[in-house]
């Protein structure tokens, strides 16, 4: 199977857009903590995403319908940690979806313009009420060995670092 490893991603992270799209006023002390967050991010982020085309059949059950093109693993990784002295913890998890989605945009191009897809759309276990077994995760972590990139997952499904995603790059 071809195995593409993308890492790391240019992602950018724009301080004032998240802001603005997380309803964040600008002249506010959150605003000042938020900023550095992101500021402090953007210096370690390193995302990453595996990509495996798909050929033949797979262990594990499809969404009904779905004609997988990739198969895909990808993480923020662990280098985005919160920092102890944060009044707004959770502003730390936003920062870290920004990083995930800006690695999914990046992927989403990239399969695009180097990979000839017309009209890429994804899935992952979960986002369909008929595809929502966790262990798929675990099969799909292991078909595109997303250890390489630093992606764990137990016996039960769950993934660490915990912004992590696998799934499957379907032509839309």
Not at 90 to 115: C, K
Request: proline share 6%; glycine share 6%.
């Amino acid at each position: 199977m071809e195995r593409i490893l993308l890492s790391p991603l240019p992602v950018k992270l724009e301080t004032e857009k998240l802001m603005e799209q997380n309803h964040i006023p600008g002249d506010s002390d959150m605003a000042e903590e938020f900023a550095d967050l992101v500021e402090a991010a953007q210096r370690v982020l390193c995302c990453k995403t595996i990509l495996v085309k798909a050929e033949g059949s797979v262990d594990f059950p499809l969404p009904p319908g779905a004609e997988p093109k990739y198969y895909y693993a990808m993480t923020v990784g662990r280098e985005i940690d919160e920092e102890e002295d944060c009044d707004y913890p959770y502003l730390g998890d936003v920062v870290r979806q920004a990083a995930l989605d800006g690695a999914m945009a990046y992927t989403q191009d990239y399969l695009r313009q180097q990979l000839g897809m017309k009209s890429v759309g994804f899935l992952n276990p979960g986002s369909q009420e008929d595809w929502s077994d966790k262990l798929i995760n675990k099969a799909i972590a292991e078909l595109t060995k997303a250890e390489d990139i630093g992606i764990q997952v137990d016996d039960r499904g769950n993934m660490t670092p915990w912004y992590s995603t696998v799934g499957i790059f379907t032509e839309a």
